[in-house]
């Protein structure tokens, strides 16, 4: 059976593009039944229209708090009973009280190898870090910022010369591969969320999959 996705974005909807294509092509054993923002204008939106699927904008601004807009968001989401919420992209923070009846449902892909540069600006803070390795990481959605337990990792050196935009560019050719992969783990029961962190294969992970850049996890 065919893992049911529900994919939050707030901009570009770059990995959500991505998700599509793998089901397009067979390459990924999924169906995503809508795409979820916080804004109106989010070209992620229109992706998933022009594929046919449902797209919605539930704007934090149309409501009186930001507990409103989770209860509103979510309640749409389980309307449409995903098996996984997936982030990618989304640029808000999410409420303890809905993340906690959705532990080990929701995953987020972030442009840092977690637990290094939470938040905003990774590449920059990387390279103002002096760091020679960067990446990517999807993690498991808990209601620390880019905190919970992190499930598989791209990396990717860091050049003479970088900047954040050569260095985001380069990360970007690894995160989509990376969420790919990680969605196959999960879809094929691999890859669970217990009490004690992230299992794989029935075993508690000793740390994130990595993902190297030719080839697939073995």
Same mark, same amino acid.
């Given at each position: ?15 959500? &593009?991505?998700?599509?294509?793998? !089901? ?7 169906? +995503?039944?809508?795409? #979820? ?7 992620? $939106? +229109?992706?998933?229209?022009?594929? =046919?699927?449902?797209?919605?904008? !539930? ?7 930001? %507990? ?40 987020? !892909? ?13 590449? &920059? ?12 990481? +999807? ?11 992190? !499930?598989? &990792?791209?990396? +990717?050196? @860091?050049?003479? =010369? ?22 196959? #783990? ?11 962190? @992230?299992? @794989? ?7 994130? $999959?990595?993902? %190297? %850049?030719?080839?697939?996890? %073995?």
């Amino acid at each position: 059976m065919s893992l049911r996705l529900a994919v939050l974005a707030s901009g570009r909807g770059s990995n959500l &593009q991505v998700i599509l294509d793998a !089901i397009t092509a067979g390459t990924l054993d999924a169906e +995503v039944v809508g795409a #979820w923002s916080d804004r109106g204008d989010a070209q992620a $939106l +229109v992706r998933a229209r022009d594929a =046919g699927l449902p797209a919605y904008a !539930i704007r934090p601004r149309d409501f009186t708090d930001r %507990a409103a807009h989770d209860h509103a968001l979510f309640g749409a989401l389980d309307a449409a009973a995903p098996d996984l919420i997936v982030c990618a992209g989304y640029m808000r923070l999410i409420g303890a009280d809905v993340l906690a009846s959705r532990a080990g449902r929701m995953i987020n !892909i972030h442009p840092s190898l977690l637990p290094a540069f939470k938040g905003l600006h990774t590449h &920059q803070r990387a390279l103002d870090a002096g760091a020679t390795e960067h990446g990517a990481s +999807v993690h498991y959605v808990t209601a620390e910022l880019d905190g919970g337990p992190v !499930i598989a &990792q791209a990396r +990717v050196p @860091v050049l003479p =010369g970088d900047d954040a935009a050569h260095l985001s560019a380069r990360v970007l050719t690894h995160e989509h591969p990376l969420l790919l992969e990680t969605l196959r #783990w999960i879809a094929a029961g691999r890859v669970r969320l217990h009490e004690d962190g @992230v299992h @794989v294969d029935g075993r508690r992970a000793d740390g994130p $999959l990595q993902l %190297a %850049a030719t080839r697939r996890f %073995a």
